[in-house]
């Protein structure tokens, strides 16, 4: 059964371990414009909708591996300073 987990703006840079099949929610902090989606594993996570600006973006894990998901804030100015970043472990679900 797949489990929906969430990372909120408390935790950047952080590490979420997923199962295979998990949904996952990131919600980094609040702010004019939304958050871009600048990089994610697609080969072990699939983007649910676009990267384009929003409040939060959701993931499907459709593999094992590992890779980071960042984030920045949309607008014409920001830095890698602003990144908002978590790395991502999927592992095997072994509940059968």
Excluded at 51 to 80: E, K, M, N, W, Y
Aim: glycine share 14%; no cysteine; proline share 8%.
């Amino acid at each position: 059964m797949p489990h929906l987990r969430q990372v909120g703006p408390g935790r950047p840079d952080g590490e979420v371990v997923l199962r295979y099949g998990d949904r996952l929610k990131v919600t980094p902090p609040g702010g004019m414009g939304g958050w871009r989606v600048t990089e994610y594993p697609a080969d072990i996570l699939r983007l649910d909708g676009s990267g384009a600006a929003a409040t939060s973006h959701s993931f499907d894990a459709i593999a094992v591996g590992q890779g980071r998901i960042s984030l920045v804030p949309a607008g014409p100015s920001f830095s890698a300073v602003d990144a908002f970043t978590i790395r991502i472990r999927v592992l095997r679900d072994n509940v059968q």
